[in-house]
């Protein structure tokens, strides 16, 4: 079993930058864990995934302005996100993917997502 805390949401304003943190328990050294998002009134989206290989995979809405890192002695997923966008207002939530066969992550996603946190809000305002 997976658990996930995640911090860091608030308020940013456009342009500016934040960084979330997710702090796992549980056995996930050779597993998948990624960053998910969901903003009012449309459907979940990947943001960005990290495996056990260092095989990163970022969404391409991101790509470029988003940083996912992995503290393995802190037990700490992190998501530096800069130039922060107006669609980027979501709830953020970490995630992580049972299978440590799993095949690499695409898309900013894992093969397949079993265990989820409870999110984090990111605002981003004028």
């Known amino acids: 079993q997976v658990q996930f805390v995640e911090s860091g949401g608030g308020s940013v304003q456009a342009g500016g930058s934040l960084t979330l943190s997710c702090k796992y328990s549980g056995d996930t050294y050779s597993l998948c864990m990624a960053w998910f998002r969901k903003a009012p009134g449309k459907e979940r989206e990947a943001v960005a995934a990290f495996d056990a290989d260092d095989t990163i995979s970022y969404a391409s809405s991101v790509k470029g302005r988003f940083t996912i890192s992995k503290d393995v002695y802190k037990n700490t997923l992190y998501l530096r996100m800069n130039n922060v966008k107006h669609e980027d207002t979501a709830m953020y939530y970490c995630?992580?993917?049972?299978?440590?066969?799993?095949?690499?992550?695409?898309?900013?996603?894992?093969?397949?997502?079993?265990?989820w946190g409870k999110g984090t809000l990111v605002t981003v305002s004028s």
């Open positions: 995630a992580a993917d049972a299978d440590p066969a799993s095949l690499p992550p695409t898309g900013g996603s894992c093969p397949r997502i079993d265990y």
